[in-house]
């Protein structure tokens, strides 16, 4: 059952008439636990109310189904609209976004175009910008890519995900650019031909490449709300000597918010994953298809 609920999920994530529908009816069915606010304002507020709280954040505006470069220039626009308001608000916080909505699926020309704007504008901020990293089709793209940009910049990173099997490479070839990199476990629907079907296999893998990314001396975010291997990770970072500032764990909003309290107590720091905009269908399916279990909480707000 929890395997049909997650495929119907990743599914409907992916459904462009479903994300049309849903913008219709604004941030619902609870999708406000998950998603700041569909404005600026109200996602400023969000990071100003974290940053109270002790954590930094990361903004994401999000962006789904770009199909035209009129639309890929609207989403790196909306990108640069945050970054000022960051700037302006004065808060904590760095950029997070995603290539395909920078218009990667119409052209890497004008995806790199709408890149460097972004990075031309941060830098001039002297803030930091994420690529989130999408489904398998697009890894080894938004590597190149990531790859050209450093030989200009410093302030970018990207994700790696440990359920796909090339990651361990990926980490031993990316060491010599000592990359920022975030470390997920990985949210979309892949073939076991690329990737950990097991979730034990994908556990295990994740220990692993942060084990071997701090090791090779670079920055890590641990980006989970899994306590096991946050207690581990700590452990480990304890045992082998690692400094506070090689590292910083990292959550999205409203998801274990006792557990991102608890180790901003404990003196880490804390990142939080704070989406916002009116395309927050896609963001929401992948979050209730990582925990089923979410989609009672989604039923109690329908009927309230
Ligand atoms: P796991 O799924 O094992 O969950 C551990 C525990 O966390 C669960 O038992 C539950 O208590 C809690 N939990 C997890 N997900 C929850 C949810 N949705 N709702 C409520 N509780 C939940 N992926 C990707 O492919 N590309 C990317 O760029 C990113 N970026 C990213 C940034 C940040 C800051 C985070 C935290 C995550 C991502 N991800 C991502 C998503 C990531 O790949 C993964 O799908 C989720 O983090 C869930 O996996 P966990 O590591 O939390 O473990």
Redesign the pocket.
Same mark, same amino acid.
């Given at each position: 059952m929890e395997m049909v609920m997650r495929n119907l999920f990743q599914s409907l994530a992916k459904s462009r008439a479903a994300n049309k529908m849903a913008k219709r009816y604004g941030l619902r069915f609870g999708a406000g636990r998950f998603v700041a606010g569909e404005t600026i304002q109200r996602a400023i507020e969000a990071v100003r109310e974290l940053n109270r709280e002790g954590k930094v954040v &990361?903004l994401d505006h999000l962006g789904e189904f770009v199909f035209t470069e009129e639309e890929a220039n609207e989403s790196a626009d909306m990108c640069l609209k945050t970054l000022d308001a960051i700037n302006e608000a004065g808060v904590s916080s760095n950029l997070?976004l995603k290539m395909t909505s920078l218009g990667l699926d119409i052209s890497r020309e004008l995806c790199v175009r709408n890149m460097r704007r972004i990075l031309d504008r941060a830098k001039a901020y002297g803030n930091f910008v994420r690529i989130? @990293? =999408?489904d398998f089709a697009h890894c080894q793209i938004s590597f190149d890519i990531l790859r050209e940009l450093r030989q200009e910049y410093d302030n970018v990173g990207i994700?790696v995900?440990a359920y796909l099997y090339r990651t361990m490479q990926d980490i031993d070839d990316l060491k010599e650019l000592r990359l920022n990199l +975030?470390l997920?476990?990985? #949210?979309?629907k892949e073939s076991p031909e690329v990737a950990y079907p097991e979730?034990k296999d994908v556990?295990a893998n994740?220990r692993a490449i942060i084990k071997r990314h701090l090791l090779n001396g670079c920055y890590a #975010?641990i #980006? &989970?709300?899994? =306590?096991s291997?946050i207690a581990d990770m700590k452990a480990f970072i304890k045992e082998q000597g690692i400094s506070n500032d090689q590292f910083e764990f990292? @959550?999205?909003f409203g998801?274990?918010v006792d557990l991102q309290n608890r180790l901003v107590e404990e003196g880490y720091r804390v990142?939080v994953?704070v989406p916002y905009g009116i395309d927050w269908f896609g963001y929401f399916m992948? +979050?209730?298809a =990582?925990?089923p279990a979410?989609v009672w909480f989604v039923l109690k707000n329908m009927f309230k």
């Open positions: &990361t997070s989130d @990293m =999408e994700v995900q +975030r997920v476990k990985g #949210a979309y979730k556990d994740f #975010a #980006a &989970t709300h899994d =306590e291997v990292q @959550m999205l998801i274990c990142r994953y992948r +979050r209730l =990582e925990r979410n």
